[in-house]
């Protein structure tokens, strides 16, 4: 497994600015993914976070909106920007290495926007 | 594609007693199967996953799974539940034969357990 942590753990903010949430990995990882989840419900994947290149994003996501940096192999950055209320959710990183199968998730981080 | 079902939103149990939590997939090519538990205001935490081999499969907290085959399923379960089993439960799959795969996962499955 790896020991993942984000910051920050929870915020509140206004309607228009933007946040930018942190994700570190102990260890040297192959990959890096951001996922959204309303509180009790599933998983949405955002974007795969490429060390050293754009990110890979889902449909209904755009990197204007949802801008990622990944500058090593332990650390990742996603942004959400021009915050609505719509944008309330936890935002989760995870990480996998090359050939494991299994992703392992950070604490997340609970973005309230009002 | 990929999907993966749980068909059930809600299940309950009494402590002591065994427990279920389903799950079915589809996948095009051989799967990866995993099962992940979320405990309030908490990330999901990786409990066991399938990729071949023995089709019952042990993981963390005495949880096992059984992967079928032929009913594509891939349940959760456990002899004894306890009351700090209650939880969100996700199962979720992957495409082994593309290298390009996502994981899904499922809607989830609220585990009560009551004492």
């Known amino acids: 497994s790896a020991v993942i942590s984000q910051k920050p753990s929870r915020d509140i903010c206004q309607r228009g600015t933007s946040l930018t949430i942190q994700c570190q990995v102990d260890s040297q990882v192959t990959m890096m993914f951001w996922y959204r989840q309303q509180p009790g419900q599933s998983l949405t994947l955002i974007a795969t976070?490429?060390?050293?290149?754009?990110?890979?994003?889902e449909s209904g996501f755009v990197i204007d909106k949802f801008p990622i940096s990944r500058p090593n192999l332990t650390f990742s950055t996603l942004t959400v920007s021009n915050m609505s209320p719509e944008d309330s959710s936890i935002y989760l990183c995870s990480v996998e290495r090359l050939g494991a199968g299994e992703q392992f998730f950070g604490p997340g981080t609970r973005l309230t926007v009002l | 594609a990929q999907s993966v079902a749980q068909p059930e939103d809600q299940v309950n149990v009494a402590e002591g007693n065994p427990l279920t939590v389903k799950c079915t997939y589809s996948v095009s090519g051989n799967p990866y199967l995993f099962w992940y538990v979320q405990y309030p205001n908490r990330g999901l935490q990786f409990l066991l996953k399938?990729?071949?081999?023995?089709?019952l499969v042990k993981g963390s907290y005495g949880f096992e799974a059984e992967f079928n085959k032929s009913q594509t399923s891939f349940h959760l379960k456990k002899p004894s539940a306890l009351v700090s089993d209650s939880a969100l439960y996700f199962c979720?799959?992957?495409?082994?034969?593309?290298?390009?795969?996502?994981?899904?996962f499922g809607s989830g499955t609220r585990l009560s357990i009551r004492p």
């Open positions: 979720a799959v992957r495409d082994m034969d593309s290298s390009a795969s996502k994981i899904i």
């Open positions: 976070a490429n060390q050293g290149s754009e990110a890979t994003y």
């Open positions: 399938y990729i071949t081999g023995d089709n």
